[in-house]
């Protein structure tokens, strides 16, 4: 069975992981994989995630299954948080996925099963898996351009033109805030233009929501998913707890599908609990616990807010410095639109032999499209990347 096999290529994020562990120089600077890092380099377990954790191993009297949409009192605290008042919790099915990548999975999957010759369309570029997932279920796509690489800025005019091709019943991939990998968010003019787009066409928004807290904070970030919730029938959300929690390894999702009414929401629910149940029954708990002790106590959820405000503050301080420091080595403002974008990623504009230039020669990790991790960076690296940087680009 297995003799004639050939492995799927490893994801080029998790190939570059590998090489990374691999290369023995002590000066080597990760700014590849998708993880915040504070100040000292360490993704610290979050003071108010070991509280919670404290709190559940006390009062915990059984591992049983919860059930196939996951613990409800999880669901309702992240919906409220996400979506606040936008929308009635009676329009709203759920469903707890392992990570956002299983929620990104779980609404596709329905997408196919109720419509599968909807076209989803996809941002130009997109986070890698977006594509890898959309591929394997066979799912029909379509590109969207969204990002204006001259500038570094959103490409508004073309995003839109490409939107109003649509068709009713499409499917309109978008980032809640901080897009991967490029920075740059829609702001609410923005999302309010792209909500007159799928009035018009009929499209249907799938908004990937995996950085919530990590741009201007939890209630800014939330401005677009609010608005569409508020202006149109049907949503879909998928939306993760790695980041904004630092609970990456324990698998925390939400999926999320915004419906007419209590009838389709029903039914909506159903369709995603029969789809945990093929896949992998029950989805795992001890995270979502965590989310929702957190949220629920106001003790723990202001130490928790404190925590990301922290977060944000070093990503976007970052930022800062190290467009400073490009603007000290190359004399010009050509990478000043790092400073504005938002979240963790920025595209810094290298090809892929500049890449390999700046992995072999100065032990600088970074992402294949030139896709770099802004919280990788210290107040003792900016100076050296920004340096390599310089020299290797140009
Ligand atoms: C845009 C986007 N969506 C979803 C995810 C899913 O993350 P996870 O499955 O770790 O929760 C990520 C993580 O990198 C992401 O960048």
Redesign the pocket.
């Known amino acids: 069975m297995f003799e004639d096999l050939k492995a799927p290529e490893a994801d080029k994020i998790l190939r570059l992981m590998a090489m990374f562990a691999a290369d023995p120089r002590p000066g080597k600077v990760d700014l590849g994989v998708?993880v915040y890092r504070d100040p000292q380099g360490q993704t610290p377990v979050m003071e108010a995630v070991r509280r919670a954790e404290t709190i559940i191993a006390a009062r915990q009297r059984t591992k049983s299954y919860v059930g196939l949409a996951g613990d409800p009192a999880f669901a309702d605290a992240l919906r409220r948080l996400i979506l606040g008042d936008a929308v009635p919790a009676e329009r709203v099915a759920t469903c707890a996925t392992?990570?956002?990548?299983?929620?990104?999975r779980q609404a596709l999957e329905m997408v196919q099963r109720i419509t599968p010759d909807a076209t989803i369309w996809v941002p130009t570029p997109?986070?890698v898996?977006?594509h890898a997932i959309i591929d394997h279920l066979g799912q029909k796509s379509r590109a969207y351009r969204y990002y204006d690489a001259a500038d570094g800025t959103l490409d508004r005019e073309g995003m839109l033109a490409d939107l109003a091709q649509a068709r009713a019943g499409d499917i309109v991939l978008l980032?809640g805030c901080c897009?991967?990998p490029t920075g740059a968010d829609l702001q609410p003019d923005d999302w309010r233009a792209v909500g007159d787009v799928l009035e018009q066409t009929g499209a249907i928004p799938f908004i990937?929501i995996?950085?919530l807290g990590f741009a201007d904070g939890l209630e800014a970030d939330a401005f677009g998913t609010r608005h569409l919730a508020e202006r149109l029938s049907e949503v879909l959300i998928?939306a993760?707890?790695?980041?904004n929690f630092g609970l990456?390894r324990e698998?925390?999702?939400l999926c999320m599908a915004i419906t007419s009414g209590p009838g389709p929401r029903a039914a909506a629910a159903g369709l995603m609990a029969h789809l945990n149940r093929q896949s992998y029954a029950f989805p795992p708990d001890h995270g979502a616990r965590v989310v929702q002790v957190i949220l629920d106590d106001r003790e723990l959820r202001g130490m928790w807010e404190d925590e990301l405000s922290l977060m944000r503050e070093t990503m976007n301080t970052n930022r800062a410095a190290f467009a400073e420091a490009l603007r000290a080595e190359t004399g010009s403002d050509r990478f000043g639109f790092l400073a504005g974008q938002r979240g963790m990623?920025s595209l810094i504009g290298a090809t892929p032999a500049q890449v390999e230039t700046l992995r072999e020669d100065h032990g600088i990790y970074v992402v294949g499209d030139g896709r770099l991790n802004v919280a990788g960076l210290t107040k003792d690296t900016i100076p050296g990347v920004a340096r390599a940087v310089a020299r290797v680009l140009g």
């Open positions: 998708g392992p990570g956002g990548t299983g929620a990104v997109t986070w898996n977006h980032h897009h991967n990937d995996a950085y998928a993760s707890c790695s980041k990456y698998r925390v999702g990623f």
